[in-house]
Antibody
Framework: QVQLQQWGAGLLKPSETLSLTCVVY????????WSWIRQPPGKGLEWIGE???????NYNPSLKSRVTISVDTSKNYFFLSLSSVTAADTAVYYC????????WGQGNLVIVSS | ESVLTQSPGILSLSPGERATLYCRAS???????LAWYQQKPGQAPRFLIY???SRATGIPDRFSGSGSGTDFTLTISRLEPEDFAVYYC?????????FGGGTKVEIK
């Protein structure tokens, strides 16, 4: 049974860097992508980007200049970094595994406020 | 980027009724790489359908998907109380993957 657990800071000030971590338990990971998705309060889902075990990453063009996704395959961890955050980055951030997104983490609410 | 438009925005139905949700893409979806997810308040989305019509593991057979090209449908044959939620379609055939705006299925 694949399970994802995620964590990270929940309150940031404008211009700071958002950092989240996700760990994947169980399952076989070869050939799959590990993704980050976000959801502003009361709104829909936005794909942020993805990475595979070899470290090849793809990003949403709308966020590409500020996003870095990385992976530590030895521990089945992957990471999201989003720089220069503003209030518009306030959202629940989810990690997810597979293509399509078969398994999801529990979500982290990240609030950007001065 | 492929834009997905879901309709209706809100669907008001009673338990036992049939629900039909639509998802239209601005570009043809490659190899029917179209998925559906269900989301309840305060929860992460739940994976329902992939390849436009294949149910994910453990998904009841009252959920069915159909369509190809630019027009897709999710049908719930008989609504159970636990099916009232928001449903999202997603295309994963072209980059970036994109989601529709969602359809809320609410109790009438």
């Amino acid at each position: 049974q694949v399970q994802l657990q995620q964590w990270g800071a929940g309150l940031l000030k404008p211009s700071e860097t958002l950092s989240l971590t996700c760990v994947v338990y169980g399952g076989s990971f070869s050939g799959y992508y590990w993704s980050w998705i976000r959801q502003p309060p009361g709104k829909g889902l936005e794909w942020i980007g993805e990475i595979n075990r070899s470290g090849s990453a793809n990003y949403n063009p709308s966020l590409k200049s500020r996003v870095t996704i990385s992976v530590d395959t030895s521990k089945n961890y992957f990471f999201l970094s989003l720089s220069s955050v503003t209030a518009a980055d306030t959202a629940v951030y989810y990690c997810a595994y597979g293509s399509p997104l078969n398994y999801w983490g529990q979500g982290n609410l990240v609030i950007v406020s001065s | 980027e492929s834009v997905l438009t879901q309709s209706p925005g809100i669907l008001s139905l009673s338990p036992g009724e049939r629900a039909t949700l639509y998802c239209r893409a601005s570009q043809s979806v490659s190899s029917s790489h179209l998925a559906w997810y269900q989301q309840k308040p305060g929860q992460a989305p739940r994976f329902l359908i992939y390849g436009a019509s294949s149910r994910a593991t453990g998904i009841p057979d009252r959920f069915s998907g159909s369509g190809s090209g630019t027009d897709f449908t999710l049908t719930i044959s008989r609504l159970e109380p636990e099916d009232f939620a928001v449903y999202y379609c997603q295309q994963y055939g072209s980059s970036p993957p994109t989601f529709g705006g969602g359809t809320k299925v609410e109790i009438k």
